[in-house]
């Protein structure tokens, strides 16, 4: 099934077509008039640049009218076996579809809402049938039913005629079209990225991330290079400030001579206020007691690190390369 854009925004485009299978590109009078284009050749010129195959209006009042619109934009530069004239469904346009067939130019018939509009392009020999999905549904129509009825057409009478679901909505008119075996589909952007989305893929490729990152990333990688560590002469006062500073919920007390005295946490503060009241904040850091610290070498591996956050039920493990503290992992650093 060929898969064509649908828009006449060039930022659109460009995305869209940085994904390198696009089969080309629909775009409208009124999409352009929207976007507010005020050089229609100049755009056009420039999307035929930009893609496999434009799908551009020619319009006219009659086939005759309809036939020197198209060779007119021809002439701009466009490449005839990459262009495709949309011509809106009338007897004058199945006319002008055979008039242009016949010169090799290819032709999308559009604006299609019947079996017997359908036919009449097919028989015209149109390159593309393009019944408007979305906006039959909106009118209370089986619009499936109608491309269902195309698709079979083509392939009973053997026409070599392409049918294009139009007038997507959604994801699900996507789904419909695979279903019903039409020939090529034209999408929206918006409608385009939906259709790799879907929550399960999400969570399973970020687990993937993830336990990847636990086997391949060593400690020292994943910390974010602020070391909190102050020295054991310091105050408690002082120690909250630089702990806020830090950012961290705890911070690596030091000896003069740089060796882990032992890691001093905002729940350590709280439980000295608690016991001692507010007149513990004058006190300084070496005037604590401290247990051995939950510490990890910095060149582990992630996967022991997350372990050891699981085992000890802890946010902040030090972390210390050679016997020094060179930062703190958190456990959002996991």
Do not use: W
């Amino acid at each position: 099934m060929e898969l064509y854009l649908d828009s006449a925004n060039l930022k659109e485009i460009e995305e869209g077509f940085k994904l390198g299978f696009l089969n080309g590109l629909t775009t409208t009078p009124t999409f352009m008039q929207k976007e507010g284009i005020a050089d229609v050749d100049g755009t056009i010129v420039k999307l035929s640049k930009m893609v496999p195959v434009l799908q551009i209006e020619a319009l006219g009042n009659t086939a005759e009218e309809v036939l020197k619109e198209a060779e007119r934009q021809l002439a701009l530069g466009l490449d005839a076996k990459k262009t495709v004239f949309k011509i809106p469904v009338s007897l004058e346009g199945v006319r002008a579809c055979k008039m242009l067939r016949n010169k090799g130019y290819l032709v999308n018939v559009h604006l299609v809402y019947t079996l017997q509009q359908a036919y009449m392009a097919m028989q015209a020999g149109a390159s593309y049938v393009c019944p408007l999905v979305g906006r039959l549904q909106d009118q209370g129509h089986d619009a499936l039913s109608l491309v269902e009825q195309c698709v079979d057409a083509v392939e009973y009478y053997g026409y070599d005629t392409k049918i294009m679901f139009s007038s997507v909505r959604n994801a699900e008119h996507v789904r419909n079209a695979i279903n019903i075996g039409v020939h090529t589909i034209t999408v929206p952007l918006k409608v385009l990225k939906q259709l790799t989305e879907n929550n399960f893929t999400t969570l399973g490729t970020e687990q993937f991330i993830t336990d990847t990152r636990l086997m391949t990333v060593r400690v020292k990688e994943a910390i974010n290079g602020i070391n909190p560590v102050v020295k054991a002469s310091t105050n408690i006062t002082e120690a909250i400030i630089k702990m806020t500073e830090f950012g961290f919920g705890a911070i690596t007390v030091v000896n003069d001579d740089g060796s882990v005295r032992g890691v001093f946490t905002d729940g350590a503060l709280r439980r000295l206020i608690g016991e001692k009241g507010r007149d513990v904040l004058q006190k300084k850091l070496s005037d604590l007691t401290y247990a051995n610290p939950i510490s990890i070498d910095a060149n582990i591996l992630l996967n022991e690190a997350n372990a050891l956050f699981k085992k000890t039920n802890v946010d902040t493990i030090l972390v210390t390369e050679n016997g020094k503290p060179i930062g703190m992992l958190d456990i959002q650093d996991i």
